[in-house]
């Protein structure tokens, strides 16, 4: 690749979508990136596919005549494959098609570790789109150490195929003034402290195990005028904390649903304490977000969160609640240690940027053409 005008193209179909997740802050972010990695004359094309098309704008452009958009139809168009050097699947998904480099970015492989984490239709969809990538992609990105030992060890793909590319974290999350907390805290209901937790509902982030501990908190006097809010969208599973929300005192836990991007930073800023007690990730962003926003974070130590967090958050097994309880005590009552979590969290977080996301993917490209040259 190095001295010829690279042609990509970028499927952005999990971005396109009216709420998004993490995998289209990764899509987007990505995107944006890449028109600083990418050298003078190179082109890409950003893709959707035909149900998402209408949502396309989602993902904006960066400027230039370097971009464009285009509809991603299967089977893939032959005008379009032709022109190609390099198609990139950024959701764990290649179309079928003959004459560019694939690379695909597979962020977990939940559906392969656990029969816990969802229903059998969607396990099965996921692990075939698994296995056709590790027989079919060039090069897999992933964004840590911890998935790509999941992936040589449950795919048996070669690691000098896999490359590690860390997410980042978005410039808007880090100090807010008060006027914007406070505005948030009206427009969202919040109550005046609060622990936070952002992402799914579901078993794999163990929200209902969070809420467990927090109801075990207060019940020992332990969490004062705390609240725990929980800001996301129900997944699998999430009937479970549902039902120890409400067996929680009138206002003590809040549901808040979808939360738009915008609100997000505030949303943390405002927090005592942020709680990330996942079971399982192939990274954890919000772990960043809340580091960045001077929130002290109390986190699983399963999977790659402390390869994210590092020595920069309070680390506890997921399925001892009761650790997770004291842990969310300390950080709460702590003034010595939430300083200091603050302190470290800051610098930890600074330490990961969306730039290096898109440097390391462009790599990647560059590592997939030359192995397929060579197939």
């Not at 239709?121 to 692990?127: G, M, S, T, V």
Request: proline fraction near 6%.
């Amino acid at each position: 690749m190095r001295g010829a005008l690279v042609r990509i193209a970028i499927d952005a179909s999990s971005a396109a979508v009216p709420e998004g997740s993490g995998i289209a802050v990764y899509v987007t972010e990505l995107v944006r990136g890449l028109a600083a990695a990418a050298r003078p004359g190179d082109t890409f094309a950003v893709c959707c596919r035909a149900s998402k098309f209408r949502h396309r704008a989602r993902v904006p452009l960066p400027p230039g005549a370097a971009w464009r958009r285009a509809l991603l139809l299967e089977p893939f168009t032959s005008l379009l494959a032709r022109g190609l050097d390099v198609f990139h699947g950024a959701d764990a998904r290649l179309p079928r098609c003959r004459g560019p480099a694939l690379v695909a970015t597979v962020h977990d492989l939940f559906s392969l570790i656990s029969a816990e984490f969802a229903d059998d239709r969607f396990r099965a969809k996921k692990i075939r789109r698994y296995r056709d990538l590790a027989a079919r992609a060039h090069v897999l990105v992933v964004p840590s150490e911890h998935t790509k030992r999941d992936v040589v060890a449950r795919l048996g793909v070669d690691p000098g195929r896999i490359a590690v590319a860390p997410l980042g974290c978005g410039a808007g999350f880090g100090a807010q003034s008060e006027a914007n907390v406070a505005a948030a805290r009206a427009r969202l209901g919040l109550p005046p402290r609060y622990i936070l937790t952002v992402g799914i509902i579901s078993t794999r982030k163990h929200t209902a195990g969070l809420v467990r501990a927090f109801r075990a908190l207060r019940a020992r006097g332990a969490a004062g005028d705390t609240a725990l809010v929980i800001a996301g969208k129900d997944g699998f599973g999430a009937e479970e904390t549902h039902r120890e929300a409400a067996g929680a005192d009138k206002g003590t836990v809040v549901l808040l649903g979808y939360v738009p991007p915008e609100d997000l930073p505030p949303l943390y800023a405002g927090a005592a304490v942020y709680a990330f007690p996942s079971r399982y990730e192939g990274f954890g962003i919000p772990v960043l977000e809340a580091m960045a926003s001077g929130v002290p974070v109390v986190a699983s130590d399963r999977a790659s969160i402390p390869e994210v967090a590092g020595d920069a958050a309070l680390l506890v097994d997921p399925e001892d609640e009761r650790a997770l309880a004291g842990a969310l005590e300390r950080a709460l009552a702590d003034d010595a240690l939430r300083g200091e979590l603050r302190t470290r969290g800051r610098a930890r977080a600074a330490l990961f940027s969306w730039d290096r996301t898109a440097r390391e993917t462009y790599a990647a490209y560059e590592l997939a053409v030359r192995i397929a040259q060579e197939r």
